[in-house]
């Protein structure tokens, strides 16, 4: 049918929490969103606001989230954050993507890419063909992992990633500059919130003269994932960073 719901994301989420061996989780979003409050935010799924149960509580997935063993979890959302004007979504209730278990002794770490501000919309450009579409901040985040410049790179393991806090640094400006190229009235400046030290998201993307032969979450991999906005994927790669005793796979789920 080729809807998403709640369930099969949750499914997926706690497969891998009880395997016990991620490092990092991905959690990515792209679509519709709302918030009721400053503490109560929502994505909104294929059946949504009809179907009042089928919305992710962001907020309450997040605090599940911390004791749940994954060392970092990245929450990567290009929804709107706003305020609804009209009470079709004031019934949502959703729930969290996260399972209810007894919490860990150790708290993850959590960086969280928020498309907008919260109150502002996320805007949208509109392509010909459906599988080009994409959100201004999603381009702008996968355009930032090509090339990237010297101070942007972490090195890890002979391989290079796009630190997380040079992303939050050009992000703001970058995504604000494309809205305004569509149409000067636009703004949207996005809300990044770290905690992870040497974080990123991915591997810098190289020219293809030059790429190493290697496993991980590319580039590439990155955008193939976004733009096509799968309904539900996960991906294993070997370990992306020597830390141990830390579980050593890492995870993506999209939406």
Same mark, same amino acid.
């Given at each position: 049918?080729?809807?998403?719901? +709640? ?14 061996? #991620?490092? &990092? ?21 294929? +059946?949504? !606001?009809? *179907? ?5 509580? #962001? ?5 599940? $989230? %911390? ?10 959302? *290009? ?15 959703? $729930? ?35 599988? &080009? ?15 990237? !410049? ?12 796009? &630190? ?9 400006? %970058?995504? *604000? ?5 569509? *149409? ?17 998201? $991915? ?11 290697? %496993?991980?979450?590319?580039? #590439? ?6 733009? &096509? ?5 996960? %991906?294993? $790669?070997?370990?992306?960073? !020597? ?13």
């Amino acid at each position: 049918s080729g809807r998403v719901t +709640r369930a099969n994301i949750f499914d997926v989420v706690e497969k891998r929490v009880a395997a016990a061996n #991620v490092q &990092r989780l991905i959690i990515y979003f792209a679509g519709h969103g709302f918030l009721k409050g400053p503490l109560d935010e929502f994505w909104l799924l294929s +059946r949504a !606001p009809t *179907d009042s149960a089928e919305a992710v509580n #962001v907020t309450l997935s997040a605090a599940m $989230a %911390r004791y749940k063993g994954i060392p970092e979890i990245i929450f990567i959302s *290009d929804a709107c954050r706003v305020v609804p004007k009209t009470g079709l979504h004031s019934g949502i209730i959703g $729930a969290s993507i996260f399972p209810s278990s007894a919490p860990k002794s150790d708290s993850a770490e959590i960086d969280f890419y928020y498309g907008t501000h919260p109150g502002d919309p996320a805007f949208e450009r509109n392509e010909t063909e459906a599988e &080009r579409a994409h959100g201004l901040f999603t381009k702008e985040l996968l355009e930032a992992h090509i090339n990237a !410049p010297a101070e942007a790179l972490l090195e890890i393991g002979g391989r290079q990633y796009v &630190r997380n806090r040079w992303l939050k640094k050009v992000l703001k400006d %970058r995504v *604000d500059d494309r809205a305004q190229k569509i *149409d000067l009235a636009l703004t949207q400046k996005p809300d990044v919130q770290l905690q992870i030290e040497n974080g990123y998201i $991915a591997l810098n993307e190289v020219p293809e003269e030059h790429a190493f032969a290697h %496993r991980g979450l590319s580039g #590439v991999e990155f955008r193939h994932k976004m733009i &096509r906005r799968v309904d539900l994927q996960t %991906r294993s $790669a070997s370990p992306m960073a !020597p830390r141990p005793p830390r579980p050593s796979d890492d995870a993506i789920v999209g939406a």
